[in-house]
C-alpha cells in the first residue's frame, strides 16, 4: 500500500483502519487528522468569495474569487512567505492552503469573511446545491 486514506465516520472505518494498521509493515507512518472543512462550509465561503468579487471593488481593482481567497487566508493570520517571481518583475504569495484548515480554523476564516462584507456593505446570498 503506497498511500491510503480512510476517514473515520463509523464503527465500519474505524475497523478497517485497524486492520491496516495491524497489516502495516513496519516503518510504515500513520498520520492522525482533525477533520477538514465541511461541505457546507467550504459552499459558504465560494459562495461569500464571489459575492465579494461581484460587488466589491478592492483599491480600484476587481479582484476574482480565488484572489480574495488569498486576502482572506492572509487576515487569518499564520506565517507570510513571499518570494520574488522567476522573472524579478514581482513577487509569489507562497502562503497557506484553505484546503488544509481544519473544521475551526475555517469556521474563524467564515467569522472574519462576515465581518469584512458586514463593514463593506457586501450581501451574501446562500450557497445554493447542486440538481
Not at 497489516?23 to 465579494?52: G, H, S
Not at 492572509?74 to 484548515?101: C, H, Q, W, Y
Amino acid at each position: 500500500m503506497a498511500r491510503a486514506l480512510v476517514l473515520i465516520a463509523s464503527d465500519a472505518e474505524r475497523e478497517k483502519a485497524i486492520r491496516w494498521i495491524r497489516k502495516a509493515p513496519w516503518n510504515t507512518r500513520v498520520t492522525f487528522q482533525e477533520p477538514k472543512r465541511t461541505l457546507p462550509q467550504n459552499d459558504k465561503f465560494w459562495a461569500a468569495m464571489t459575492d465579494i468579487s461581484r460587488q466589491l471593488s478592492w483599491h480600484g481593482m476587481k479582484l476574482a474569487p480565488e484572489d480574495w481567497r488569498l486576502m482572506f487566508l492572509a487576515a487569518l493570520g499564520g506565517e507570510m512567505r513571499i518570494v520574488p517571481n522567476l522573472t524579478g518583475n514581482g513577487f509569489v504569495d507562497l502562503g497557506r492552503s484553505s484546503s488544509k484548515l481544519d473544521k475551526e480554523e475555517f469556521s474563524n476564516l467564515l467569522e472574519i469573511v462576515q465581518a469584512f462584507c458586514a463593514e463593506h456593505g457586501v450581501k451574501l446570498t446562500e450557497p445554493h446545491a447542486e440538481t
